[in-house]
C-alpha cells in the first residue's frame, strides 16, 4: 500500500511539471496561429474547416492534436482578454467578459501531419486564457 501511494505521488508530481513546461515558452505569435483566425477562412462546414485550418497552420507535425479551437474574432479583442475584457479568475488565468464566434475541433480519424481528421463544431464561448506580459498564450478552457 505505501509503494504505491508512493508511486502515485510520484506521478502526480511528474504530470505537474510536465504541464507547466508545456504552457512554458508559449507566445502571443503562437497563440495567434494555435487559436485565431479573423476573418475566418471559408470552407464547406465545419469539419472541413478544422481539415483544413490543422493542416495549414501546421497543427499535427508529429502526433494529430486530439482538440484545438479557433476563435474567429478580431486579435485586438481577444488580447483585451488579459486586461479590460477579462476577469481575472486566478494566478495569471483569465476570463473573458465577451462571447466569441470560434469553432473547436476534435479530432476523429487519421495520421499526421496531412491526414488528421476532425469533427468541427460552430459555437459562441466564453474563453479562459493564460496571460503572460497582458497577452494570452494558451487557451486554457471553454466556458
Not at 11 to 30: D, Y
Not at 42 to 60: D, F, I, T
Not at 67 to 94: A, H, K, M
Request: with cysteine; charged share 20%.
Amino acid at each position: 500500500m505505501l509503494v504505491s501511494s508512493c508511486l502515485l505521488v510520484r506521478l502526480a508530481i511528474l504530470l505537474s511539471v510536465v504541464l507547466v513546461q508545456s504552457c512554458e515558452g508559449q507566445s502571443w505569435a503562437a497563440f495567434q496561429n494555435k487559436h485565431i483566425d479573423y476573418p475566418r477562412t471559408q470552407a464547406s462546414n465545419p469539419s472541413a474547416y478544422c481539415n483544413l485550418m490543422m493542416v495549414k497552420r501546421n497543427l499535427n507535425p508529429i502526433t494529430c492534436k486530439p482538440r484545438n479551437t479557433f476563435i474567429n474574432y478580431d486579435n485586438e479583442s481577444v488580447l483585451q482578454v488579459c486586461g479590460s475584457g477579462g476577469t481575472c479568475w486566478q494566478y495569471n488565468l483569465y476570463d473573458s467578459n465577451e462571447y466569441f464566434p470560434m469553432i473547436d475541433c476534435s479530432y476523429t480519424d487519421g495520421k499526421p501531419p496531412k491526414d488528421c481528421k476532425y469533427k468541427g463544431t460552430e459555437t459562441c464561448k466564453r474563453v479562459r486564457v493564460a496571460c503572460e506580459e497582458k497577452k494570452p498564450v494558451h487557451l486554457e478552457k471553454l466556458l
